[in-house]
């Protein structure tokens, strides 16, 4: 019984030490990125009612999210996605404002994976939305802000993959198919299924060049010069125009002067239902899956009263560590101050020499040295906590100073 009590629940897990220093210290970088483009600050509950994250709003199926009832009966869930939250705050809170509104936020998600897909139940992210411009100059930004995240925390090789949901939508309205099986297809070319695919068209009564344009998706990415081939494959003005807009984003990135971290995926059309044009998702070495996931949602802050174009993303900080531990980049972690260490009778100056540290704006470790251990002992665990100094406090004031700082 008493080791169970040591243990945690299938998918979280407890973060300390050095490696939550290091979480903290990426967040902050992170965070700095972020407000150099100028956006605020927002948190909103780890739990709300089940109705902001339910299947209308496009968020995670309803089996995976944790659920709990309140005093009154009202069905609530830990927050499996933190942008619909974010809608609200915006549909509540500015609901009169046209001009563009910049947050961004830090917090845990919790969804309810299977088990046997290995992932944490409990996740870190950190994130922006931009609300109030549908403009391609807010998705060029969106995105170099993040690219500059990755160039902050020092990640060089990473890639950017953009795709559009609105080309699929408008080759589903081309073809006059009806929604179920454009969910079907939807779902072969999600898992790149493009035998499956080929083999389910041969039952539809749909033209060959729509069967074509659908089986098409499996080629539909690279560079700018894949936008041209996809407009051959369509002939209505959603796909087109999600086309052109791609263009215009590419553009707008090559100001920046990121043009080389971009590339094109049409397949991609996985992620929550409530992104309705692009989307686009990070990708680094040392991890088998995106890092970073974002998309424009320009419907979601209706569904809360507000008609509102908006476009963000959040980094998945636990991968990004993953990956980051994989490529060997270091992550700083400050060394504390010192650990000033005494005997009982020199109590009183230790305390008088720990609190002039302190006001100084030192951080001290004050420790009452055990008759158990030697000072020897205290040395190593300072130098194994990543202490700069151990200063004992002796008898008339007098101090010895260890550096912590070299192993010899």
Known sequence: MQDKLLQTP??????????????????????????????????TPTFEFF?????????????????????????????????PSIARCVAKYYADEDFPVRLCYTGNTYINTLKLQGKLKETTQIGAELINDDSTAADAEIIST??????????????????????????????????????????????KNFFGLSEYLKELNVPDNIKEAFLAFDSLFGGEEMIDRAISYVANDMSVQACERLRRIYKALSYYGYETNIGFDLSMLDGYNYYTGIIFRGYTYGTG?????????NNLLKQFGKDAPSIGFAFKVDELMNAMNRQDIEIPVERTDSIVLYEIENQEAAIAFAMKKRADGRSVELIRKSTRKSLEEYVEYGRRENFESLIFVEENNRTQVFDLSQNN
């Open 10 to 43: 299938d998918g979280v897990r407890d973060t300390y030490g050095t490696e939550c220093e290091k979480k903290r210290n990426l967040l902050a970088k992170l965070h700095h990125v972020l407000k150099l483009y100028s956006y605020h600050d927002i948190e």
């Open 51 to 83: 109705d902001i994250f339910n299947r209308d709003k496009g968020s995670v199926p309803s089996n995976e999210m944790y659920k709990f009832f309140d005093r009154d009966n009202n069905t609530l869930v830990l927050r499996p996605d933190i942008t």
């Open 146 to 191: 993040v690219i500059d995240c990755f160039k902050e925390i020092g990640i060089k090789d990473f890639q950017i993959e953009i795709g559009s949901m609105d080309y699929f939508v408008g080759l589903v309205k081309e073809s006059g198919i009806s929604e179920e099986t454009a969910v079907r297809i939807k779902e072969y070319i999600n898992i």
């Open 289 to 297: 899956d995106a890092i970073v996931t974002g998309g424009r949602y």
